[in-house]
């Protein structure tokens, strides 16, 4: 390889990711810091790079960080029977928390970026072009080489309920907080920032350190029960919470049977530090605080056709309010059930019809 092309893939990487640490490119071109450095000089003689990438932050931008990964469904053509093989139908699509997220802003016409890991596989190619075709921005992610992209599969039941799921999310361990901070000047650029629990707590709690100082408000939203293990004791900095009540049963560590119960859950994560809380409730609906009370919106009728994806266009919905009138926790909880119900109702884990003129119209009506 010639130095020229050297400089040129250079070239080529700072375009793709304007943050990018000499260091990466020095990983990724199998390169010295020095040499990387040289090249960096010569192209700002050239005029092709004018120094570091500085960018403003831009109130109504979200920048969600987390997992995107291949969903697979498998549905059976009759009711499901355990211990014995079902005849079934399956699709593959794509997924991942902060990429439903992501892709359902985007579905809203808000800016959006992802930070996330891809393999360098098929499937991360896809993942990354798709992301591109919705409009997400996709600088500053990784790619892994050497692991698979994530995966997901969900077994439904025949009226589209899961029944069970499994994850193959390692991919996700990648997200360092050395990596999170190397993406910090496009977290600070964010008038939101949207993580989800499939990076490492450590990870987490960078991100809520930064939130403490850069004021820039940080959404954290759970995926699973077992992975309540990677929200931080301290949660100091998040200004949001979206949970199911499951898993807020783990992280309080007992059954939460009545309204009480899980008001009480929710003033202990007050107390760790978190200032808002989201409990949703499947088919019901959802609790969410206002100070120290707790307020209940029942969830909307919907023909249910497919579960998955609606809790994260719900997720989506209220992040996309919030941005709009950040004070209007019951409204964007409305707006939420709105394009939860939406998503039921659709076969694909993000609607084609949800739209920002539809959720505009929900209020706090009940």
């Known amino acids: 390889m010639t130095d020229l092309s050297r400089k040129e893939q250079l070239y080529e990487l700072i375009r793709a990711n304007p943050f990018i640490s000499q260091q990466e490119l020095a990983e990724q071109l199998a390169l010295s810091r020095s040499a990387v450095a040289g090249h960096i000089a010569s192209l700002i003689r050239e005029r092709k790079l004018l120094g570091r990438a500085y960018v403003l932050r831009n109130e109504r931008t979200v920048l969600c960080i987390g997992a995107a990964c291949l969903d697979r469904k498998l549905r059976p053509h009759a009711?499901?029977?355990?211990?014995?093989?079902?005849?079934?139908?399956?699709?593959?699509?794509?997924?991942?928390?902060?990429?439903?997220?992501?892709?359902?802003?985007?579905?809203?016409?808000?800016?959006?970026?992802?930070?996330?890991?891809?393999?360098?596989?098929?499937?991360?190619?896809a993942l990354r072009a798709q992301a591109e075709a919705f409009g997400i921005g996709?600088?500053?992610?990784?790619?892994?080489?050497?692991?698979?992209?994530?995966t997901y599969t969900a077994v439904l039941d025949a009226s589209g309920e899961?029944?069970?799921?499994?994850a193959d999310m390692a991919i996700?361990?990648?997200?360092?907080?050395?990596?999170?901070?190397?993406?910090q000047p496009q977290r600070n650029a964010a008038g939101m920032v949207v993580a989800d629990?499939?990076?490492?707590?450590?990870?987490?709690?960078?991100?809520?350190?930064?939130?403490?100082?850069?004021?820039?408000?940080?959404v954290v939203v759970a995926v699973s029960q077992p992975k309540m293990a990677?929200?931080?004791?301290?949660?100091?900095?998040?200004?949001?919470?979206?949970?199911?009540?499951?898993?807020?049963?783990?992280?309080?560590?007992?059954?939460l049977p009545t309204e009480a119960d899980v008001q009480a859950a929710c003033h202990e994560l007050q107390a760790d530090g978190a200032r808002d809380i989201?409990?949703?409730?499947?088919?019901?609906?959802v609790y969410h605080t206002l100070g120290q009370a707790l307020h209940w919106l029942p969830a909307h009728d919907a023909r249910v056709?497919?579960?998955?994806?609606?809790?994260?266009?719900?997720?989506?919905?209220?992040?996309?309010?919030?941005?709009?009138?950040?004070?209007?926790?019951?409204?964007?909880?409305?707006?939420?059930?709105?394009?939860?119900?939406?998503?039921?109702?659709?076969?694909?884990?993000?609607?084609?019809?949800?739209?920002?003129?539809?959720?505009?119209?929900?209020?706090?009506?009940?």
């Open 79 to 125: 009711p499901l029977q355990m211990a014995t093989s079902n005849p079934a139908c399956a699709e593959e699509s794509f997924g991942g928390v902060a990429r439903n997220i992501a892709a359902n802003l985007a579905q809203l016409g808000l800016p959006c970026s992802l930070l996330t890991a891809l393999g360098d596989d098929s499937s991360g190619r």
């Open 138 to 150: 996709m600088e500053g992610s990784l790619q892994v080489n050497g692991i698979g992209s994530g």
């Open 162 to 166: 899961m029944v069970v799921a499994l």
């Open 172 to 183: 996700f361990d990648q997200l360092t907080p050395g990596w999170v901070a190397s993406r």
């Open 197 to 218: 629990l499939n990076l490492p707590i450590d990870s987490v709690a960078m991100l809520l350190a930064d939130a403490r100082v850069s004021g820039v408000p940080l």
């Open 230 to 255: 990677r929200l931080p004791k301290d949660l100091n900095g998040l200004s949001l919470l979206i949970l199911n009540r499951g898993e807020l049963e783990t992280r309080a560590g007992r059954a």
């Open 278 to 285: 989201i409990v949703t409730c499947g088919a019901s609906g």
């Open 305 to 366: 056709v497919d579960v998955t994806g609606a809790g994260d266009a719900f997720s989506a919905a209220v992040c996309w309010s919030l941005l709009q009138e950040p004070e209007q926790l019951t409204l964007a909880c409305q707006r939420g059930l709105k394009a939860a119900s939406i998503t039921l109702a659709s076969p694909h884990t993000v609607s084609p019809e949800l739209n920002a003129d539809l959720l505009a119209t929900a209020h706090t009506e009940e």
